[in-house]
Nanobody, 121 residues
């Protein structure tokens, strides 16, 4: 069974940065597009960013465009570099595998358990 573990979350002041990582237990997802989603309390899970299996195609939500950068490191690890963080970025962040261009949670599988990001004002 594929396990995916997110890490790198924490508490940061507005304007600060964090780097999230998502590591798979096996190389199964090397041929999948990988996405980051986030879910704030009382809100639905929302798309943040996606990177294709070869790193060529990248998509961002409008709300994070220009501040967040998604990247792949080898066949098992995906990162999300988050700069200029704002209180509205506070959420649990998840990574998952999905289809190219997919932006809805229902299209994705192999979810991790998430990592909490809290941005104080």
């Amino acid at each position: 069974q594929v396990q995916r573990v997110e890490s790198g979350g924490g508490l940061v002041q507005a304007g600060g940065s964090l780097r999230l990582s998502c590591v798979a237990s096996v190389r199964t997802f090397s041929s999948f597009s990988m996405g980051w989603f986030r879910q704030a309390p009382g809100k639905e899970r929302e798309f943040v960013a996606q990177i294709s299996w070869n790193g060529v195609n990248i998509y961002y939500a409008d709300s994070v465009q220009g501040r967040f950068t998604i990247s792949r490191d080898g066949t098992k690890t995906v990162h999300l570099q988050m700069n200029s963080l704002q209180p509205d970025d506070t959420a649990v962040y998840y990574c998952a595998a999905g289809p190219p261009g997919g932006k809805t949670p229902d299209e994705y599988g192999y979810w991790g358990q998430g990592t909490q990001v809290t941005v104080s004002s």
